[in-house]
Each structure stands twice: as C-alpha cells, then as structure tokens.
Nanobody
C-alpha cells in the first residue's frame, strides 16, 4: 500500500510556477508531520518545507516567499506552490510523513521520516 504519493512535477522555464501535491497516509497518526524535500543531481536531499498537523509551517529560510505550503485537511493533501522558479530548483521533489512531531531544529533531517513517496521531477530550464 502506497502511503505517500506526489504529483505535479514537470518542466518549466525560469520564472515560471509549478504546484506539487502530496497525498499523505490515510491514518492521521502516521502523518503527524509532513514535509517536502528535494534532491538536485549529485547533491544531498534537503528539506524544503515542513507542515505540522496543527498547522505550523517550517520553511527552509532561503526558499520562504517563493515556495508556499498549504494543506487541504479534508482530502489529506499537502501542496507546494513554487513561484519564480530558477534552474537551481531543478531536481526530484519528495514528500515525507512521520508519526512523530518535528521542531524547527529537526524537521529538515531526512532520517527522521518514516514514509516517503517516489518523488516527482521538476526541471527548470530555458
């Protein structure tokens, strides 16, 4: 059973926008905290934004403002609106979920997540 599933990736020119979607685990106890990570070719997977079940959002500060997270609780879907995309935003974007709460100092640590999606590819190129 797939616990986490992403969609919405694609190719876009610099300055464009994309909106990614992530459907989290059905069991709310399994998605106490959800997050988006990304991995550029040849680089480590890094945290983009995290979303606590109570609504608190943690951003990678250098992406705050361009990337906006939101959630539709009714459909158990977590969104990532990406604006003014740059070539360096190219990579695989992964959604993750975990039963344990996260904090400002821990949400971006990928090893703390139990459930991962397969990823969706984002390419920003002219």
């Amino acid at each position: 059973q797939v616990q986490v599933a992403e969609s919405g990736g694609g190719s876009v020119q610099p300055g464009g926008s994309l909106k990614l979607s992530c459907r989290g685990p059905e069991n709310p106890l399994s998605r106490r905290y959800m997050a988006w990570f990304r991995q550029a070719p040849g680089k480590e997977r890094e945290g983009v934004v995290g979303f606590d079940n109570d609504g608190r959002t943690d951003y990678a500060e250098y992406l705050r403002g361009r990337f906006i997270a939101s959630r539709d609780a009714a459909s158990n879907t977590f969104f990532l609106q990406m604006n003014n995309l740059k070539p360096e935003d190219t990579g695989m974007y992964f959604c993750a979920a975990d039963p344990e709460p996260k904090y400002a100092s821990t949400w971006a640590q990928k090893e703390r997540y139990t459930f991962w999606g397969q990823g969706t590819r984002v390419t920003v190129s002219s």
